[in-house]
């Protein structure tokens, strides 16, 4: 995607990662755990190509890209929103969503990345198998949001600040538990609540539809780091586990400053100081930052990183009352939620063709 398509200037569009790790060869190829095993039979399965099944003939309205409410904008009943016009906020509505998707764009080649890092890494044969599967999920997810970007938006933004230092700490960790950690667990659970927010929401089909298909693979990658990592944690000294939670706690600090959005404020002819100081102020905002944690809260209980830290910095930030939540049934609803769209989808094209059929007798 060119960076002229870039609502900011970018000085540098890419920024090289220093990632040590030692490649990991595994003989045991008889060998392989039944869960992980049965994940790689649906990574083979369910590959999906983005040219048809999604429909890109769809236009979309850039001054209201998702259809969304405009109960659902951050500065909504702010002074700033209320002295817009329709076409100010249009704009507003346009540059959030870019900004949003961009960002979705960037997370998705970290993961690319990632995916790749942990097939020569990680020391398991079934650990190996899922991931390459996982790696032709994710260039799949970079391809259609830059699509969706330069087809559908035609803007984009660079890569928030927030989400490249988590990049950077991820992809040069040496230990492959902690790309997993970093990726299967953090920056994709938080990633599939975004997600989710818009599928449920929106009212545009493409984005919509886009983002429940990419939702149906991201349930199976953060299933696939649980089960590594449920397997691997009981293993640590309380030392190694004491500093996975502190690098959980620092990520998460980062991930909710993450959508702020502040490039978008300063960038827009609006008071960028008055637009963030409402949202971090706002109920619904708060609101919304805290479901975008209740894919990760649960799963960190799940693999054993939920200690007295983990529960303290929860609380600071209001995050709480989700590590009840049973994480399996929300993946199986990302995958029948999928599954019914693209049943739907298949039953549209049938008719269609049944239609044109007897139009020719």
């Not at 969304?68 to 507003?92: C, N």
């Not at 997370?107 to 790696?135: N, R």
């Not at 780091?225 to 939670?245: F, V």
Request: net charge negative.
């Amino acid at each position: 995607m060119s960076t002229r398509m870039y609502a900011l200037p970018v000085e540098q569009t890419s920024w090289v990662v220093p990632g040590g790790g030692t490649t990991v060869f595994d003989w045991e190829y008889d060998e392989g755990r039944d869960r992980l095993l049965s994940l790689y039979e649906k990574g083979k399965q369910r590959q999906w190509d983005a040219n048809e099944r999604l429909d890109w003939s769809i236009e979309v309205d850039v001054n209201d890209p998702m259809g969304v409410p405009e109960q659902t904008i951050a500065i909504y009943g702010s002074r700033v929103w209320s002295s817009l016009g329709p076409r100010e906020r249009g704009m507003v509505r346009h540059h959030l969503t870019a900004w949003q998707f961009s960002q979705f764009l960037h997370g998705e080649q970290g993961a690319l990345i990632c995916s790749s890092k942990i097939v020569h890494t990680v020391p398991d044969l079934d650990s190996k198998f899922y991931a390459a599967t996982q790696v032709m999920d994710e260039a799949r997810h970079v391809e259609v949001y830059s699509r969706y970007l330069r087809e559908k938006l035609h803007l984009a933004y660079p890569i928030n600040p927030g989400l490249k230092a988590l990049l950077d700490d991820v992809i040069s960790d040496s230990r492959w538990d902690m790309t997993y950690l970093g990726m299967q667990v953090l920056i994709e659970g938080l990633a599939l609540a975004a997600f989710g927010l818009i599928r449920d929401s929106a009212t545009e089909p493409l984005a919509r539809a886009l983002n429940t298909y990419v939702m149906q693979d991201e349930a199976r990658h953060v299933a696939f780091g649980r089960l590594a990592l449920r397997d691997y944690y009981p293993q640590l000294t309380a030392a190694e586990r004491a500093e996975r939670e502190e690098f959980c706690t620092e990520a998460c600090h980062l991930m909710r400053q993450r959508f702020i959005g502040e490039e978008v404020w300063r960038n827009l002819d609006v008071d960028a100081d008055e637009c963030m100081e409402f949202m971090k102020n706002s109920e619904h905002f708060r609101m919304f930052q805290s479901h975008l944690f209740s894919r990760i809260v649960p799963t960190l209980k799940d693999i054993g990183l939920f200690g007295d830290r983990m529960r303290d910095t929860f609380a600071q930030i209001g995050i709480i009352g989700y590590e009840g939540h049973d994480i399996e049934a929300l993946m199986e609803q990302d995958e029948k939620i999928a599954g019914d769209l693209d049943r739907a989808r298949i039953l549209q094209v049938e008719q269609a063709i049944g239609l044109g059929a007897e139009e020719q007798v």
